[in-house]
């Protein structure tokens, strides 16, 4: 599964970085959630399932 945001010139390269790991955590929460059919949570660099 992918996902991709949008960015324009005016983002930082912190910023860049921070929107990647954003869209890291919300594609690996989705896909846990349609493989495991229960809510996902990612909190820094814990993951939990309920």
Known sequence: MQD???VDHSYTAEEMM???????KSV???ALYNLLGQPV??????????
Not at 18 to 24: F, L, Q, S
Not at 41 to 50: A, E, H, P, R, S
């Open 28 to 30: 690996l929460s989705y």
């Open 4 to 6: 991709v945001i949008n």
């Open 41 to 50: 949570f990612v909190y820094g660099n814990w993951t939990i399932i309920l």
């Open 18 to 24: 921070r929107a990647g790991c954003d869209v890291e």
